[in-house]
């Protein structure tokens, strides 16, 4: 059974451009949520989507968004990109709430 | 608001020495909690969950954890070290009231000396 993949593996950038990261999650899978990981503030949940709805949205400024498609399939947008942005974005997959989720390998973007 | 706290940013222990982490969290309802590992460049694996039931609950790779409400504390035990557990550990809460988000501590590096 596939995991959850995410593409691309790393990613460099300059300041003020966007970038738009994938996830695809376990087939199955309708629960997708992003997570931002950096050494400063830790794991700090982004959105997460359920069947192409926002159920929950973390403590973001809006140049951070996302999107579910019908395949469950997720995108994550940032747009005008600062330096710190730089971090490891991680997907993470559930089939049922409270099952836990099953995460990504991540995408390390950097921003400079 | 969700909370939880990892006692210790790094925990040093001996191979074949018992392995414990500490986790106190904060719900304002019965939480679903959880212990994730992480790999260095690698993202999060599922350690164990607690949901309902059982307050003792095992895991993957010989962990345990215990949820203790009266102590509002999820402690991840292994009794014996393996060089192989050097990782660094994550405590999780969901109170499910907000859908599947997952409040993470803040993680403690686990070294294990041979």
């Known amino acids: 059974k596939a995991g959850v993949t995410q593409t691309p593996r790393y990613l460099i950038k300059t300041r003020g451009q966007q970038v738009t990261l994938s996830c695809s999650p376990i087939s199955g899978h309708r629960s997708v949520s992003w997570y931002q990981q950096t050494p400063g503030q830790g794991l700090q949940f982004l959105f997460e989507?359920?069947?192409?709805?926002?159920?929950n949205k973390g403590n973001f400024p809006g140049r951070f968004s996302g999107r579910q498609f019908s395949n469950s399939r997720s995108e994550m947008n940032v747009s005008t990109l600062e330096l710190g942005d730089s971090a490891l974005y991680l997907c993470?997959?559930?089939?049922?709430?409270?099952?836990?989720?099953?995460f990504g390998s991540g995408t390390r973007l950097t921003v400079v | 608001a969700q909370s939880v706290t990892q006692l210790g940013s790094h925990v040093s222990v001996s191979e074949g020495a018992l392995v414990l982490l500490r986790c106190n969290y904060s719900s304002s309802v019965p939480p679903y909690l959880f212990w994730y590992v992480q790999y260095p460049n690698q993202g999060l694996q599922l350690l164990l969950k607690?949901?309902?039931?059982?307050?003792l609950v095992k895991g993957i790779n010989g962990f345990e954890a215990e949820f203790k409400k009266s102590e509002t504390s999820f402690h991840l035990t292994k009794p014996s070290a393996h060089m192989s557990d050097a990782a660094e550990y994550f405590c999780a809460v969901s109170d499910l009231g907000y859908g599947n988000k997952l409040v993470f501590g803040a993680g403690t590096i686990l070294r294990v000396k041979s």
């Open positions: 989507y359920f069947s192409e709805t926002q159920r």
């Open positions: 993470a997959s559930s089939l049922r709430t409270g099952d836990g989720y099953t």
């Open positions: 607690y949901t309902t039931g059982a307050t």
